[in-house]
């Protein structure tokens, strides 16, 4: 089993749309869940990132945790065609040996149609 | 201010001959990361360097891999011998504390 899954996609909603974007994760020991945008040939970009159970808003993105079924979301209210991009969920170990490496997920491409 | 900067954009060479990527990380970052995105994955962690400790290497493919970095600058990623199944995008990211790691655009590496 993948430390991390994601669904690639491609996900395809209109404008104003709420985009729901999830990753799956095997072990308890990550402790930290980030979520990155990436566009076409761009690097990634940090967009949320949390370390604990519940949700933390930032804007319109909405990043969920739910630790008990390692499970994270982020949510994506009125989107935007400059929302359109590769989405990456990216989780690391809490303290202790190589808390600086970050597993990610493959991705998921998402196109936002005016 | 400047963000992490990474040469070449492209890079297409032909199978067996060596290259040399680089990467300009933000100034004052004192962890620099090296990851591989083949199509289709997700990014892969090669090495990480912090300061003047020793560098945890443990990602890097094979012994055809070798990275430098000197002080808190300039770091280098060296494939010697390349194969195609080299071919990838190249991202380098730095960070002050290792929960923010900012990316580079990344080299794309075409192995013909």
């Known amino acids: 089993q993948k430390e991390v899954e994601q669904d690639p996609g491609p996900l395809s909603v209109p404008e104003g749309a709420i985009v729901s974007l999830n990753c799956t994760y095997s072990?308890?020991?990550?402790?930290?869940f980030m979520w990155y945008r990436q566009y076409s040939r761009k690097g990634p970009e940090l967009l949320m990132y949390?370390?604990?159970?519940g949700n933390k808003e930032d804007g319109r993105f909405t990043a969920q945790v739910d630790k008990s079924s390692k499970y994270i979301s982020l949510f994506i209210r009125d989107s935007q065609p400059s929302d359109s991009a590769t989405y990456l969920c990216?989780?690391?170990?809490?303290?202790?040996?190589?808390?600086?490496?970050?597993?990610f997920g493959k991705g998921t491409l998402l196109t936002v149609n005016p | 201010g400047a963000g992490v900067s990474q040469s070449p954009s492209n890079k297409v060479t032909e199978k067996g001959k060596d290259v040399e990527l680089r990467c300009d990380p933000i100034s004052g970052h004192t962890a620099l990361y090296w990851y591989r995105q083949r199509l289709g994955q997700g990014l892969e962690f090669l090495i990480y360097f912090q300061g003047n400790s020793a560098p945890d290497k443990s990602g890097l493919p094979s012994d055809r891999f070798s990275a430098e970095r000197t002080g808190e600058s300039v770091s280098t990623l060296t494939i010697q011998r390349t194969q195609q199944e080299d071919s990838a995008v190249y991202l380098c990211a730095s960070s002050l504390v290792v929960d923010e790691q900012y990316f580079g655009p990344g080299t794309r590496l075409t192995v013909t």
């Open positions: 990216a989780i690391k170990r809490g303290s202790g040996g190589s808390n600086y490496k970050l597993t």
């Open positions: 072990n308890s020991a990550f402790q930290y």
């Open positions: 949390t370390y604990s159970s």
